[in-house]
């Protein structure tokens, strides 16, 4: 492959592999506040795109954003008892503002519950006003002691909603169609990152929470991401922050709610998933540049036939790139494209537009499901038919990425019936416990050995129930991020 | 009119009135944190259409969009001494993280030329690499003493551009697009605000720019309010942060660079140019509604043919609303359209359906220019036409507003030839002083008398140059915002 060298292989080090493609795709860089990160362009491209998608599925939840202050009274914290226990060891906290020192701290919202719920409060009177649904983009702050860019952050951006509701079930049913509909979807669809959903055990649970539910995904070395939680608070935040409405009958109430996020997380998810020893591989549904057309050398007219092609198919709705910077090698262009991800080259050389020809190379082949990725596959394509070869070779991309993730969960997903074997079975994926053999202690065993419950399902792989006999549900367990 | 005591009028308190229609049309609330403010869905909701118009402007301009912390080190303020001179008083510091005290504090950004330079001098190499154009959507905290929502907030979002250009010309050449084909068009096509731009005196310029350029409107009660600028930084961060790139002939040079921002301020400015006694009046190309269909009485299929109307509507491309919340009175709720805002009611009673009709009203009338607003003018349409009828009724509703501005402010700029005239002028409304009257000392006389110098401007309104004789150009002064 064109790449050799360029980066560390994952098999030999994926870690290393993790932060090499990060760096040279130009994602992101290390902001000089340890933990905080610097989004370049083309990884805040990506960002931007997976914020489209996923603002326009909350939307058509009926939820509305909003923005609530980033500075929050250390006092508001305190109010909810889990709720600062958990975040209380993450907090900035200003201390001088104006250049006086403060009277009461502010903290730097670290997740922004108390501060909506305070409003809320307010807004909240009567039945009529139900359901309230906010959802708001923001950045929040949690200190981190051993950062990775987009998986573990100081300051990370992301969505936030915060819904208030008459009943448990109602808030429950919306807990759940974030769940499915908006996250676990958007994740599937747009980012071809296939996920598990399932309910988190108490000890994973969101501070605050009485339920959480989550998505989870199989990173390229077999280890778990969450990638998203949407949490029924049931009516913790309700009594402490006082969110009570008059219902139908007269009568005042507390009300039931849920909060829910992805961050940008979600980049290190689409990185660790679909890359290979090359670089980036990106789902056409995200990616900011789909195909680039490389001019190989600037002779005989082959750079205003590479112009047209990009306007081809960008009448074509394609996202299309111009490559016409021929003082630098054809090769290194190459290789650069290839760690970007960028879904299809199209090369066009003097040769070829002789011929009235162009080569079409995939960054992701249109191989059969499940067979070993072998790096770009070339085929020469008529100038005239180049757009709608694009068009299908995009289609094919997006499916055969899904594909293969899907594909490589399955093979690295094992059913146990110990604790000993999920451990080892963990090593290099998912292992399905039954929950009974989890039993009292067990995930503190687990714990122990380095994995984690990263959720309760059914036996079959749907949502559990509080109805469910605990003997047909399982665990999944997996070493995570 | 029908909304007589829901507002203080503008003209017996105007900053009551703002505060009032803020609070009234759901735009925002105070934050517990003084100064700070919470977006309540409906602000947002236009706030977010004017973060589209204004960021596809910018991309517009070859700029991308990126993310850098929000966490600054002190030291890297310190670079450029008149910037941190500048931004001093008003920084918010972090100085506790993660249950420790800090080593070095962390000031909150109160904007990132420091931090985002810091990186530039990484990224720029050779003059291949330039422009660079980077644009951020971000939150920044300036500690304030006087707060007012949206006009002066201790947080406030906005966007902040970065460039790098190989010489003073470009750099120039970029802040005057900024200005002119994406700030003074968005702020006159979108907004329906105009805008005088021009120069700010050394004295208002941004602390570390060489030239700061603005956009100043006129706001209803004749007082200026800064609507974005963009600043000519010279070599200033390029010198401290070392910024260089090897030229065409092989030598290393400093680069040239500006800066240029747009906040939510400009809610501010939508609200205090169009806002009427009645409360808000929105340009249809911001209004999240833009024409709301209410039933007067459910009765007779008033309900189910007002739903067929909001999807002739939404077919026609209106953003169209149902209200049949009939259980409150019809008054009240056309108080509460016209305090939101939303540019056309139509309005539908059994006795309208039964004669195959419906009322549409006019936010905004159709009236000649400089016409007293005298709320809203009412039509009888037959039930087949409302569409076509409210598309023209937005067309009309984005026109006039425009125009009764444009005409606000002719009426309320004065010429004047002395110091005393320029203050007694600026009472209400504009004054343009020949810059050669200002002379040595005049800018601190007005300021003392408490208006201030907004731009300097050739005296047919365009932007000076420096090749420009002084006696050509004159001073804009105004009480400000």
């Known amino acids: 492959m064109a790449t050799d060298g360029v980066l560390t292989p994952q098999g030999s080090d994926f870690p290393r592999w993790y932060q090499e493609v990060v760096a040279k795709a130009e994602l992101a860089d290390n902001g000089p506040v340890r933990g905080t990160m610097v989004i370049r362009p083309y990884g805040y491209a990506i960002w931007e795109r997976m914020q489209a998608e996923v603002d326009r599925r909350i939307k058509a939840t009926g939820a509305e954003n909003a923005y609530f202050p980033l500075f929050i009274p250390e006092s508001y914290l305190q109010r909810e008892a889990e709720h600062v226990e958990g975040f209380s060891p993450e907090l900035a906290v200003v201390t001088y503002g104006g250049g006086k020192k403060l009277e009461e701290p502010v903290v730097v919202r670290p997740t922004s519950e108390t501060i909506v719920n305070s409003y809320f409060s307010k807004w909240v009177q009567s039945h009529r006003d139900l359901p309230m649904l906010v959802n708001q983009w923001a950045n929040v702050v949690r200190w981190e002691l051993r950062p990775r860019l987009f998986l573990r952050t100081t300051e990370f951006l992301w969505q936030e909603g915060h819904t208030v509701h008459a009943t448990e079930a109602e808030a429950r049913d919306f807990a759940l169609e974030i769940l499915g509909e908006v996250y676990a979807r958007f994740m599937a669809d747009v980012m071809a990152v296939p996920v598990l959903t399932g309910r988190k055990t108490a000890r994973e649970r969101f501070a605050g929470a009485t339920t959480t539910w989550t998505c ?154 499940g067979a070993r990725p072998e790096g770009a596959q070339k085929e020469t394509v008529s100038l005239g038919d180049v757009a709608a070869r694009v068009r299908t070779a995009l289609d094919d991309a997006q499916e055969v990425l899904a594909a293969e993730a899907r594909r490589r969960r399955q093979d690295a997903t094992t059913e146990v019936s110990t604790l000993a074997d999920a451990v080892d079975a963990a090593q290099g994926g998912f292992a399905v416990l039954p929950l009974a053999v989890l039993g009292e202690d067990g995930e503190s065993r687990l714990n122990e050995a380095g994995v984690s419950v990263r959720c309760i399902q059914r036996a079959d792989g749907t949502l559990p129930d509080e109805a469910d006999d605990p003997a047909g549900l399982v665990a999944v367990v997996a070493r995570a991020y």
Chains 1, 2 share one sequence.
Do not use: C, Y
């Not at 935040?237 to 969110?243: G, K, P």
């Not at 849920?258 to 679909?274: F, N, Y």
């Not at 262009?333 to 002789?354: C, S, T």
């Open 216 to 369: 989870e995904a199989m990173m390229g070395d077999g280890k778990a991401l969450q990638m998203g939680t949407s949490h029924e608070l049931g009516q913790n935040f309700a009594r402490v922050f006082d969110i009570t409405f008059l219902d139908e009958h007269g009568a005042q109430v507390h009300a039931w709610q849920t909060s829910w996020g992805v961050s940008t997380r979600l980049m290190g998810a689409l990185v660790m998933t679909h890359g290979d020893d090359a670089g980036l591989r990106l789902p056409p549904a995200l990616a900011p540049i789909q195909a680039v057309v490389l001019v190989v050398r600037a002779e005989e007219g082959t750079v205003a036939a590479a112009e047209e092609l990009v306007r081809d198919l960008e009448d074509a709705g394609v996202r299309a790139r111009l490559d016409a910077r021929t003082d630098t090698s054809f090769g290194r262009r190459v290789v650069d494209w290839e760690l970007k991800g960028v879904p299809v080259r199209v090369e066009l050389g003097p040769r070829d537009l002789a011929k009235g020809e162009a080569v079409l190379a995939r960054r992701v082949g249109a191989r059969k499901e």
